[in-house]
């Protein structure tokens, strides 16, 4: 998993094997850095959108992607 790219918002691309997918991360006074997927509606009849939605249920994967969003946010 790895960091392509953050947008003008603060969201950053992070692509996982055959996937692309953003996260969105912005900075809180309060709690830090903050992130959430990016994406929340999924088409089921589209491969793609039903492959991120299955990576998106997994905890870890939400883990390993804030990590590596925060730190290209912070570092881009």
Known sequence: MKAIKKDKTGSVLIQHKDIEFWMDVWHDSDDG???EWNKYIFFTNCEKDMQIKEFQESADNFDKATEIA??????N
């Open 33 to 35: 850095y903050v992130t």
């Open 70 to 75: 925060i730190e290209y946010y912070i570092n």
